[in-house]
T-cell receptor
Framework: AQSVTQLDSHVSVSEGTPVLLRCNYSSSYSPSLFWYVQHPNKGLQLLLKYTSAATLVKGINGFEAEFKKSETSFHLTKPSAHMSDAAEYFCVVRGNAGNMLTFGGGTRLMVKP | EAGVAQSPRYKIIEKRQSVAFWCNPISGHATLYWYQQILGQGPKLLIQFQNNGVVDDSQLPKDRFSAERLKGVDSTLKIQPAKLEDSAVYLC???????????????FGPGTRLLVL
């Protein structure tokens, strides 16, 4: 079985400062990992995914994440936050059988002007 | 391309009533999923279809929830009778199959927000 832990339920940053959203996973095999973003009243949107290729994954809107097997982590970063980045972010692991996704509890990112 | 469509967007019912949600996946996507997202939590998979067959429904409360995808395209999710704890957002997602017949990235609809009073 796999699981995901998002270490912060809320993160607040100022516009223009770096963003770090932390995620640790547990899996008995080499996982596929994703970050999704959810804006209010909108569907989940895929930011980026890791599927055993390069460990540093670049996504949309300037986000990137680094897969660190030794630390079982997949933290999401962005060099400079924008007001439009304020949303809920979910770290997700995909099961080995089928395409079952297991979501973390989410991190709400707030961006202050 | 058009995304995953869901309706209605919002629904308010009283407990013990029944309710149904509809999902139209992205054209050509073989796999369709229904998730339940309770406020403050991540989505939880309820059921997964591939074409018109069920792949996984281990987390579907079958005493009150049912889902179908009769023609392998649209899907409906029904709750009968509803309980207060069913208040949540119900998300539909779809994914294509790759050349090896494996599911690829899931694309999500906007969800149906259900409130049970």
């Amino acid at each position: 079985a796999q699981s995901v832990t998002q270490l912060d339920s809320h993160v607040s940053v100022s516009e223009g400062t770096p963003v770090l959203l932390r995620c640790n996973y547990s899996s008995s095999y080499s996982p596929s990992l994703f970050w999704y973003v959810q804006h209010p009243n909108k569907g989940l949107q895929l930011l980026l995914k890791y599927t055993s290729a390069a460990t540093l994954v670049k996504g949309i809107n300037g986000f990137e994440a680094e897969f660190k097997k030794s630390e079982t982590s997949f933290h999401l970063t962005k060099p400079s936050a924008h007001m439009s980045d304020a949303a809920e972010y979910f770290c997700v692991v995909r099961g080995n059988a089928g395409n079952m996704l297991t979501f973390g509890g989410g991190t709400r990112l707030m961006v202050k002007p | 391309e058009a995304g995953v469509a869901q309706s209605p967007r919002y629904k308010i019912i009283e407990k013990r009533q029944s309710v149904a949600f509809w999902c139209n996946p992205i054209s050509g996507h073989a796999t369709l999923y229904w998730y339940q997202q309770i406020l403050g939590q991540g989505p939880k998979l309820l059921i997964q279809f591939q074409n018109n067959g069920v792949v996984d429904d281990s987390q579907l409360p079958k005493d009150r929830f049912s889902a179908e995808r009769l023609k392998g395209v649209d899907s409906t999710l029904k709750i009968q009778p509803a309980k207060l704890e069913d208040s949540a957002v119900y998300l539909c997602a779809s994914s294509p199959l790759d050349g090896r017949g494996l599911e690829e990235t899931q694309y999500f609809g906007p969800g149906t927000r259900l409130l049970v009073l």
